[in-house]
């Protein structure tokens, strides 16, 4: 089955410590999205890439940065993780306009 | 950016009862979706709907954009309907505005 797989589903980390998201899709689907959710919120926009081409929430921030080597894959880097970076990152797909589809979802926590 | 407001916030159900939960948005939308999400975090897509009615088994969702607000309606719901629900919207080709949810709890 077509589908966005994330890896890991579940990433501890300590203070500071850079750490690592991926994300994968079956779809060949040229947009990928990745959000922050945090417990009882809904979920917020970091940033997304149409094709090579990366776009940047204003109110992302700086601590956070995004690769798309390629039509498939999608790596989130948080190069030094805060206490308050602790939440489920979600990776979405879509067509251009279309239905996203999520990813299970990685939650991380930072000791 | 787009507005969106989730009513009710929080819906007790008994299995087999029907509801329905709405979503307001600010402004004129050409992408509207609700989501399941279920208690292990995934969100799960029911429905891309910017505009009409569509059905899905006992789940069904009506928008009428000239108002600026959609309905997602469950009938003869089960424990398995729990989770928190999310209208989901956007005016471009990427961004999606979320409400922020109607958590749902389905009772045996």
């Known amino acids: 089955d077509a589908m966005v797989i994330q890896n890991p589903r579940y990433q501890v980390t300590q203070f500071g410590k850079p750490v690592t998201l991926s994300c994968s899709q079956t779809?060949?689907?040229?947009?990928m999205y990745w959000y922050q959710q945090k417990s009882s919120q809904a979920p917020k926009l970091l940033f997304h890439?149409?094709?090579?081409?990366?776009?940047n929430e204003a109110d992302t921030p700086d601590n956070f940065q995004s690769r798309r080597p390629n039509t498939s894959f999608c790596f989130l880097d948080i190069r030094s993780p805060g206490l308050g970076d602790a939440a489920m990152y979600l990776c979405?797909?879509?067509?251009?306009?279309?239905?996203?589809?999520f990813g299970p979802g990685t939650r991380l926590l930072v000791l | 950016g787009i507005q969106v407001e989730q009513s009710p916030p929080d819906l007790i159900l008994q299995e087999g009862a029907n509801s329905t939960l709405r979503c307001n948005f600010s402004?004129?939308?050409?992408?509207l979706q609700w989501f399941h999400q279920n208690p292990w975090g995934q969100l799960i897509n029911l429905f891309y709907?910017?505009?009409g009615t569509k059905q899905n088994g006992r789940l069904s969702a009506t928008t009428v954009a000239t108002e600026r607000y959609s309905l997602l309606y469950i009938s003869s719901s089960q424990t398995t309907d729990s989770g928190v629900y999310f209208c989901?919207?956007?005016?471009?080709?990427?961004?999606?505005?979320f409400g922020a949810g109607t958590t749902v709890t389905v009772r045996a």
């Open positions: 979405a797909t879509s067509r251009v306009g279309g239905t996203q589809y």
């Open positions: 779809l060949n689907h040229n947009v």
């Open positions: 890439y149409y094709d090579k081409d990366f776009n």
């Open positions: 402004d004129s939308v050409n992408n």
């Open positions: 709907i910017p505009s």
């Open positions: 989901a919207v956007g005016s471009n080709d990427y961004k999606l505005s």
